[in-house]
């Protein structure tokens, strides 16, 4: 028998809550009306502290991908390099998108778990001072570990390199600096610290980006940003049919985010993340990035010649608790917890409940029973 009741703790997308849901199920509305660009223009206005920037917060309908094909096709001509942190499936992606588009990618590969250092881009920059940006991940959802992106901008600003950060596992979980620390074009999506289902992405630009993206001619037409900030700021609305219901979700979730305070979402964030990261020990296993974990999801790796795929599934689908395994080299080895939005510190005692329940059923019983939950207890009555 399914379980009744299912609990989501994946990576992306995250939880919706109810309020948001019920904003979302009111009765469309044209989008090219008073109404919607009233919406259009609070939400865009509520994204701004949350990406630390007073630069305009442009909205796609389009998923976090999205925006970062954006990022590239509005920034780089075909031809021209750019050098890019290979450290987990979606740093790979920023090689690929430049791939497809003709511009030469050249690659940091950084160990899966591990951060980039900042001395690994300056030798890059020294080594291809043709680069016209540099292109990483904040937070690197599919090795948990989170890059030192104040350090590397120390690298960029003084330069004509742009820093190009991919933060949709990062904007509305920790803080986000754009403008202070020198961040060329940061991009997010809807679905994990914001609190809404896929298919709205955010991109700003800084005033470099802006002039940059002036002078390139690089073939696009849904992801013009130019003409998309044009109409969304001048105009009030957007160059294509928008997500609607997402955006009147957005400005619900925003407004939830606001009242509660960034500070202490920050800080709620951070309290989950070590919550469940205190489990590992507990469960006598290893973190997948135990010098740079990020807030936002936590990876813990499986004991060796256990099948991880099979813990996964068994919380899942006997136990109604998702989380996500790990992909390529990391399939079948690895467990991550989400804990982005909508997500408690006392959700981590369900998450860390089942996967010890998972760990028994598949044949690992090196740990006594309750002991990751003793260890999320405490930490969690230590406060954030």
């Known amino acids: 028998m399914p379980p009744i009741k299912k609990y989501l703790f994946t990576p992306g997308p995250a939880p919706v809550p109810p309020e948001v849901l019920l904003e979302m199920a009111r009765p469309i509305i044209h989008h090219r009306t008073p109404e919607f660009s009233a919406a259009l223009d609070q939400a865009r206005k509520r994204m701004q502290p949350l990406m630390g920037t007073r630069q305009e917060v442009i909205l796609l309908a389009a998923s976090g991908s999205g925006a970062m094909e954006a990022a590239v096709t509005n920034l780089l001509r075909p031809g021209e390099h750019a050098i890019f942190v290979d450290g987990g499936k979606f740093g790979e992606r920023w090689g690929r998108i430049l791939s497809a588009h003709g511009m030469i990618g050249h690659q940091i590969k950084v160990e899966w778990g591990r951060a980039v250092r900042p001395e690994q881009i300056e030798d890059a ?20 570990a989170v890059h030192p992106v104040p350090q590397i901008a120390e690298l960029t600003r003084g330069r004509d390199v742009m820093l190009v950060v991919d933060g949709i596992t990062s904007v509305g979980v920790f803080e986000q600096k754009m403008d202070d620390w020198g961040i ?29 993206a002036k002078e390139v001619k690089t073939p696009r037409f849904y992801f013009d940003l130019l003409r998309e ?5 001048d105009d009030h609305t957007t160059a294509w049919t928008p997500a609607v219901s997402l955006v009147f979700g957005l400005n619900k979730s925003l407004g939830m985010i606001h009242a509660e305070g960034l500070p202490q979402v920050f800080a709620r964030h951070q309290l989950m993340a070590e919550a469940a990261r205190a489990a590992a020990p507990a469960l006598g296993l290893k973190l997948i990035a135990p010098d740079n974990p990020a807030p936002g999801v936590t990876g813990i790796l499986t004991p060796a010649g256990l099948d991880g795929g099979r813990v996964v599934r068994h919380m899942r689908d006997a136990l109604g608790v998702s989380v996500q395994g790990g992909q390529d080299q990391m399939k079948g080895k690895l ?21 010890e329940m998972a760990l028994r059923e598949a044949g690992y019983r090196d740990f006594e029973s309750g002991a990751g939950l003793v260890a999320v207890q405490r930490r969690i009555e230590r406060g954030a």
């Open 125 to 144: 920059l020294h080594a291809n001072p043709d680069a016209r940006a540099v292109f990483l991940q904040a937070s690197e959802t599919s090795t948990c």
């Open 184 to 212: 060329d074009a940061l991009v997010t999506g809807s679905q994990k610290a914001l609190m809404l289902p896929p298919g709205l992405a955010m991109v700003a630009l800084s005033d470099r980006a802006l002039a940059r």
């Open 229 to 233: 900030l044009r109409l969304q700021r």
């Open 335 to 355: 467990v991550r917890i989400g804990h982005m939005g909508y997500v408690s510190p006392f959700d981590m005692l369900v998450a860390v409940s089942a996967l």
